[in-house]
């Protein structure tokens, strides 16, 4: 009798046991199933995509968005033609739009996803990179110069040439960029930045060569080394010595009298990007005039969404870092896709930085 009880026991007791672990196993899985988030994959430029700005995205739309960071636009087409990365969104500069047009490595953008779109400033839409902005919408711009410390670097520097100068020896850094470096060389040279001339290009190379034992480090990231006082000068992009000014009030820009090379850096879709739609939705989201303003006071460059300007402080609606004078920017020229020509630009860059 006892013995018969105590096994109905055991036995009510199993099942008991199971039920509860069924419904254990079921807790388990649907707590998996909801950590199952989105994702957005963001291949971008270092300090391009700020904390607020990823998290804020992240809350709102209850998705994971992962950043990932090149230093140049070659790199990010190195990557690209290689095939599937995985990334939703990327950041090319103009010209490089216009190459990956014709690599056919770039989405068509559903505008009707981004309402937004007309909040972007004409002067920034429609340009010879991509005329109906098919496959490209502005996210910055800015200019390429040279940072220097104010209190180290006298005079204050108006010419490429300082980076030739032996008192700086070990002391600066230059952009690790296979067309704004050379392009230095040949603004210094009077040439232009967009040369498909093999002699003046190699012109341009021995120039570097010969600077190079001069060059402390070649680095895209240069407001770290300026920051750090790793380096005096930094041949670096505007928004970039911005950033390091306002860690080190010492910190000044300049645009060199021989001029240099302005840009405007797109938010694009790869062709075979996992998640198109929520890709658009961050696009959109990024055109909010709020958003756009939080993103130009993080990264320092010019916003090309007009409604962002009064969310600006005072400072940084007008300031010359980010709107250089109308004699200045006479000085600059645009980097070009040089087609076939970019071969050349590569392997001059990979010499001068194997020597
Ligand atoms: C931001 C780099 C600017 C991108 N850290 C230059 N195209």
């Known amino acids: 009798m006892l013995q018969r009880n105590l096994s109905s026991f055991s036995s009510r007791f199993m099942s008991w046991l199971s039920v509860q672990l069924g419904l254990i196993l079921f807790l388990v899985f649907l707590i998996g199933c909801g950590e199952q988030k989105e994702q957005l994959n963001v291949f971008t ?12 995205f992240e809350k709102e739309y209850g998705v994971t968005v992962i950043v990932d960071t ?3 636009n070659e790199d990010l087409l190195t990557k690209l033609s290689a095939g599937a990365t995985g990334y939703d969104i990327i950041m090319p500069s103009d010209y490089m739009v216009t190459r990956m047009i ?8 559903n505008r009707s996803n981004i309402p937004n779109f007309q909040n972007l400033s004409p002067v920034y839409l429609d340009k010879y990179f991509d005329p109906k902005n098919k496959y490209s919408v502005p996210y910055t711009f800015g200019t390429a110069g040279i940072a220097y410390d104010s209190s180290v670097v006298s005079p204050a520097p108006d010419s490429w040439s300082v980076l030739w100068d032996e008192k700086y020896k070990n002391k600066f850094s230059l952009l690790d960029d296979p067309r704004e470096t050379p392009g230095v060389a040949l603004k210094l040279l009077g040439y232009s930045i967009n040369t498909t001339d093999l002699e003046q290009l190699g012109q341009a190379k021995e120039k570097l060569l010969e600077q190079k034992p001069l060059v402390k480090q070649y680095k895209s990231e240069a407001e770290e080394l300026l920051i750090a006082g790793d380096v005096v000068m930094a041949h670096c992009w505007s928004g970039d010595a911005f950033r390091a000014a306002d860690q080190k009030p010492n910190i000044r820009y300049v645009i060199p009298k021989e001029g240099s090379s302005q840009f405007i850096d797109n938010v694009c879709i790869p062709k075979d990007a996992p998640n198109k739609e929520l890709a658009e939705k961050f696009i959109d989201y990024l055109l909010r005039p709020e958003i756009n303003a ?3 006071v993080f990264t320092k460059y010019g916003t090309c969404v007009e409604g962002a300007k009064e969310h600006l402080p005072e400072a940084l609606q007008k300031h010359e870092y ?7 920017i006479k000085t600059l020229e645009r980097i070009k896709d040089p087609g076939e020509f970019l071969q050349q630009y590569d392997r ?3 010499e001068v930085k194997a020597k």
């Open 45 to 56: 430029w270092a300090n391009y995509v700020n904390e607020e700005i990823r998290t804020g």
């Open 70 to 72: 090149y230093g140049s």
């Open 102 to 109: 014709h690599q056919n490595l770039l989405a068509e953008l």
């Open 294 to 296: 939080k993103i130009t």
């Open 322 to 328: 980010i709107y250089p004078s109308a004699e200045v």
């Open 348 to 350: 001059v860059w990979e």
